[in-house]
């Protein structure tokens, strides 16, 4: 498993986090981890699958969840959206590892990055568009 907290992050996520179109997040609420799912028997179709968590003003927790794809032209296609608020820690841990253990990838295929070290949603935005201006080298 990919644990990093400075990922080199595709720019499409972080329009999709920063403009709330994924996972809206009212006042007072930050992101808490992002888990990225690549199957390497679909990595030729470009299919990954996206949790984004946040931590709710009232200490619990909300996910979005949902697949994309590529066209054949390059443009992303979203799919099975699920939105969960109001979920404990504990029960959102357990949901999100029963769906990294029902995907059957292995640890090279998940990747996690871990935002719980900043205390506002703005800080881990300046962060993420960090990682995306980082490259990453061959």
Same mark, same amino acid.
């Given at each position: ?7 080199? @992050?595709?720019?499409?996520? @972080?329009? =999709? ?5 994924? +996972?809206?997040? =009212? !006042?007072? %609420?930050?992101? #808490?981890?992002? $888990?990225?799912?690549r199957p390497a028997a679909n990595r030729a179709a470009r299919i990954e699958?996206? /949790? $984004?968590? &946040?931590?709710?003003?009232?200490? !619990?927790?909300? @996910?979005?969840? $949902? ?13 099975? @959206?699920?939105? *969960?608020?109001? /979920?404990?820690?504990?029960? +959102?841990?357990?949901?999100? #590892? &029963? *769906?990294? !253990? ?8 998940? =990747?996690? /990055? ?5 205390d506002s949603f703005e800080a881990q935005i300046e962060h993420l568009r %960090?990682?995306?201006? *980082? &490259? !990453?080298?061959?």
């Open positions: 498993m990919n644990d990093e907290t400075t990922p080199m @992050l595709d720019p499409e996520v @972080l329009n =999709e986090l920063a403009a709330g179109a994924a +996972l809206r997040l =009212e !006042r007072d %609420e930050r992101l #808490w981890k992002l $888990y990225f799912l699958h996206r /949790i $984004y968590t &946040k931590l709710q003003a009232d200490g !619990r927790m909300g @996910l979005a969840s $949902y697949t994309v794809s590529a066209t054949q032209d390059g443009q992303p296609v979203r799919s099975n @959206l699920a939105v *969960v608020r109001d /979920i404990p820690e504990d029960t +959102l841990n357990q949901l999100i #590892w &029963k *769906v990294v !253990r029902q995907s059957q990838i292995g640890p090279d295929e998940l =990747e996690v /990055i871990d935002l719980t070290c900043f %960090e990682a995306c201006s *980082v &490259k !990453r080298e061959p």
